[in-house]
C-alpha cells in the first residue's frame, strides 16, 4: 500500500472514528441518564429494540446489499452512473418488500415476542414501536452501504453525529413528556432523521435518468450465498442475545445489553477503520494482487497496534465503566464484559479477513467464515448458558470471534499469499500487558473510582513510550502527515 492510499484510507477512518467519538462523547451523557432511570425490565426491552431493528435488515436485504458494495465502486470509477442507479433502484424495491413485510410480522406478533423475551404480555405496544423501528433501520442500511460505495465517508460521518445527537435530544424530551413510550418514540424520530439525510446525500446517484430495472432473479441468485453469510454473521453477532433472552431473566439480559453497549464504543472504533480500506482492496485488485498483498500487511500491523490495547484496556477498567455506566444494578457483568472486551480481538482480525475475502473472494469464501463464526456462538451459547449463564454466552462469543479468525486465515490464505507483522504484534502485545498491569494492580490494594483514570492515563502514557520509539520511518511519516504544523516534532523524521 502506497504512502498515498495509506493516507486515503486512514483519512477516511479518522472521518469516521471522529464522528464516532464527537457524537459518542456526547450521546454518553444520554446513556447514563436512561441506564440509571430505567428499569431492568425497560432497559430489557431498549435490548430487544436494537436486536429486532438489526435482524430486518438481514434477512430483508438478501445479500443483494454486497452485491451494490461490490459493483457500485466499479461503475462509478468506470462514470457508469446510469447502471450504478439501476442497481442501487432495483436493490432498494426489492429489500424494502421484505422488510415491510418483516415489520409487519413483528407488529402482528409483538404479544408473543413480548411473551416470549421479557415473560409478559404488558409490552405489546412497545414491541409494535421495534416493529415500526425495524422498517426503518432496513433502509437506513441500504442508503448506508450505497453512501460507502460512493466512498462519501465524510459525508456519511456528518449523517451520523448530526441524526444521533438530533434524535436522543428528540428521546429525551419526549421521555421526560410521555414517559417510557416517549423514549421508543424519539429513537424512531431519529431513524427517520439517518433516512432522510442519507437519501439527501445520495440523490446525486438514486434521481438518474434512463434508468432500467435490473434483473431481479439473476441478482437474488447471484448474492444468494452472500445471504447466507449475513445471515450466519447475524448469528455470530446477536445469537448471544437471543439466547439470555430466551433461557434466562429480563434482568440478564438488560445487564448483558449494557455491557454489550459499552463494547460498542470499541467496535465502532473498529469498524471505522475496517470500512475504508474495502474499496482500496477492489482499486487494488484491478492493478496487480501485491498491491492487494501488502495492503494486507499494512492493514494487519496498523489494526495490531489499534485493537489490542484498547481491548486489554478496556477488559481492566470493566468495573469502573459499568458503575459509571449504570451503577451498582449493573455491576454483576464484569466479567461479562471482561471478557467481550477482549473478544474484541477476534472481531477485529475477523472483519479484516472478511473485507478481503469480499472482494477477491467468491462469494461462498465469505460464507465460510460467517458459518463457521455462526455455528460456534450457536453450539457454545446452548451449551455454556446451562453451565455459567450470561457468563458462558459471552465465552461463547470470544470462541466464535477466535474461530471464524482460524477460518479466514485459511480461506484468505489459499486467495492471497499473507504477510503477517509478527513483530508489531508481539510490540503491541507486551506494550498492552504493560499497561494494564499498570491500570489493574494499584486497583488490587486501593480500588477508588476517582483515581482510576489517573491509573488509565499513566497505563496509556507507559503504552506509547514503549511502541513509539519502536516505529518504522514510513509509521512516523503516516502520523505526522495529520499532525499539525506545530505538533509535528514529536514524530521526528530520520
Known amino acids: 500500500m502506497s504512502k498515498a492510499s495509506s493516507h486515503q484510507v486512514v483519512s477516511s477512518g479518522l472521518k469516521l472514528f471522529g464522528s464516532q467519538f464527537i457524537q459518542n462523547v456526547f450521546l454518553l451523557g444520554f446513556g447514563v441518564y436512561f441506564a440509571h432511570v430505567l428499569s431492568l425490565e425497560e432497559m430489557a426491552v431498549v435490548s ?3 436486536l429486532f431493528t438489526t435482524l430486518a435488515p438481514t434477512f430483508a436485504s438478501l445479500g443483494l446489499v454486497d452485491y451494490l458494495l461490490r459493483k457500485v ?14 442497481l442501487i433502484k432495483t436493490i432498494f424495491v426489492i429489500q424494502f418488500l421484505f422488510s415491510l413485510l418483516i415489520s409487519v410480522l413483528m407488529i402482528v406478533f409483538a404479544k408473543d415476542l413480548s411473551r416470549t423475551f421479557l415473560r409478559t404480555d404488558s409490552f405489546e405496544f412497545q414491541i409494535q414501536l421495534v416493529g415500526v423501528g425495524a422498517l426503518l433501520q432496513s433502509s437506513i442500511v441500504f442508503f448506508d452501504a450505497v453512501i460507502r460505495s460512493m466512498q462519501l465517508f465524510g459525508k456519511l460521518a456528518k449523517v451520523k453525529i448530526v441524526a444521533n445527537v438530533i434524535s436522543r435530544i428528540i428521546a429525551l424530551l419526549l421521555y421526560l413528556y410521555m414517559g417510557f413510550n416517549g423514549y421508543l418514540g424519539g429513537l424512531l424520530l431519529g431513524c427517520l432523521i439517518t433516512l432522510i439525510m442519507l437519501v439527501y446525500y445520495t440523490k446525486s446517484v438514486l434521481f438518474v435518468k434512463e434508468t432500467y430495472w435490473e434483473d431481479y432473479m439473476f441478482l437474488i441468485r447471484f448474492s444468494f450465498p452472500y445471504y447466507l453469510s449475513n445471515i450466519t454473521r447475524y448469528l455470530l453477532m446477536n445469537v448471544d442475545k437471543y439466547v439470555i433472552g430466551l433461557f434466562l431473566t429480563p434482568a440478564h439480559l438488560a445487564t448483558y445489553f449494557i455491557a454489550s453497549k459499552i463494547v460498542e464504543y470499541l467496535k465502532q472504533i473498529i469498524d471505522s477503520f475496517v470500512n475504508p480500506i474495502l474499496p482500496k482492496i477492489a482499486e487494488f485488485k484491478a492493478i496487480n494482487m501485491e498491491r492487494v498483498e501488502n495492503s494486507f500487511q499494512k492493514s494487519f500491523r496498523y489494526m495490531t497496534f489499534l485493537i489490542i490495547p484498547l481491548s486489554l484496556g478496556g477488559a481492566v477498567l470493566s ?14 457483568g ?15 482480525y475477523t472483519g479484516l479477513f472478511g473485507i478481503n475475502i469480499h472482494v477477491l473472494g467468491k462469494p461462498v469464501d465469505k460464507l465460510k467464515i460467517n458459518l463457521a463464526g455462526g455455528v460456534i456462538n450457536v453450539l457454545l451459547s446452548l451449551l455454556f448458558v446451562y453451565l455459567f449463564k450470561d457468563t458462558g454466552v459471552a465465552l461463547a462469543k470470544f470462541g466464535a470471534y477466535f474461530g471464524a479468525v482460524i477460518i479466514g486465515h485459511m ?5 492471497i499469499k499473507l504477510k503477517y507483522d509478527t513483530g508489531a504484534f508481539k510490540l ?3 506494550a498492552s500487558v504493560v499497561m494494564t498491569l499498570i491500570i489493574v494492580i494499584p ?13 488509565a492515563v499513566l497505563g496509556v ?6 511502541v513509539m520509539p519502536r516505529l518504522n520511518q514510513y509509521d512516523k511519516d503516516l502520523i505526522r502527515s495529520f499532525l499539525p504544523g506545530k505538533l509535528k516534532w514529536i514524530l521526528k523524521t530520520d
Do not use: C, R
Request: charged share 10%.
Open 443 to 455: 486497583q488490587f490494594y486501593f480500588h477508588q473510582l476517582k483515581i482510576v483514570p489517573i491509573h
Open 334 to 348: 464484569t466479567l461479562v464484559m471482561i471478557i467481550l472486551f477482549v473478544s474484541m480481538i477476534g472481531y477485529g
Open 411 to 415: 480461506v484468505l490464505g489459499k486467495i
Open 461 to 466: 502514557i507507559a503504552y506509547f513510550i514503549i
Open 73 to 86: 465502486p466499479e461503475y462509478l470509477s468506470n462514470e457508469e452512473k446510469v447502471e450504478a442507479s439501476s
Open 428 to 430: 503491541s502485545l507486551f
Open 48 to 50: 430487544l429494540f436494537f
Open 319 to 332: 468495573y469502573s465503566l459499568l458503575y459509571l455506566y449504570g451503577g451498582v444494578k449493573y455491576t454483576d
